[in-house]
């Protein structure tokens, strides 16, 4: 699936949950205090984590999916970001993240697991109090590990999309549902493995 579909599908699958915090700030009892429904959290430390899950798919590579599967075995992401919020809108950060998926499952020799690796630099928008976008751009490493060796398949660029929404929201806090699409680039751009996960992140300001 390519990058810019996959941001509509999760752009699409995020709806429902904008509208029940939309109701749930709508009510007069909560949400953000500051002027125009925004935190303001201009020139605070931002730090965070998550988690996800989906899937991860190549084009040009000899990598692929699962050797002895018949289903495409789903990948686990990691990521963390520590950086600045430059206004009520709008964080510059350095973010690492992390997606991995078994390629290949032998009883006798294990599991071979396939990781792509990311360090990028990356920029935070709230679009809503509780409605962001991100994107990232920096080096990725992609390497395979089974039970006896590691071999690194090579680096090169990774550029990340996400979006997000926080489900729950103060000024020193936010829990959010994010969708991630992450995309590194090898071999002079011949080779591309794209993820693309859904999962939950927390944050401190």
Known sequence: ??????????????????????????????????????????????????VGLGGMSDNGSAISSCDNCNYNPAALELDGHIGGMISPRLALM??????????????FNGDTTLTQGAAMFAAQVWLLPQLWLKGGLGFANLQTDDTFFTRD????????????????????????LQGRIIEGTYNSGNDHLTSGTIGIGINWY
């Open 1 to 50: 699936m390519k990058p810019i579909k996959s941001l509509l599908v999760l752009a699409i699958l995020f709806a429902p949950a904008l509208a029940s915090a939309q109701r749930y700030y709508g009510r007069g009892n909560g949400g953000p205090p500051d002027a125009g429904g925004f935190h303001n959290r201009t020139g605070r430390l931002t730090f965070g984590f998550g």
């Open 94 to 107: 350095f973010e690492a993240q992390a997606n991995v998926q078994t390629i290949h499952s032998d009883f």
């Open 153 to 176: 398949l090579g680096s090169g660029i990774a550029a990340m999309g996400g979006i997000g929404v926080e489900l729950l929201s103060a000024r020193n806090f936010a829990l959010e």
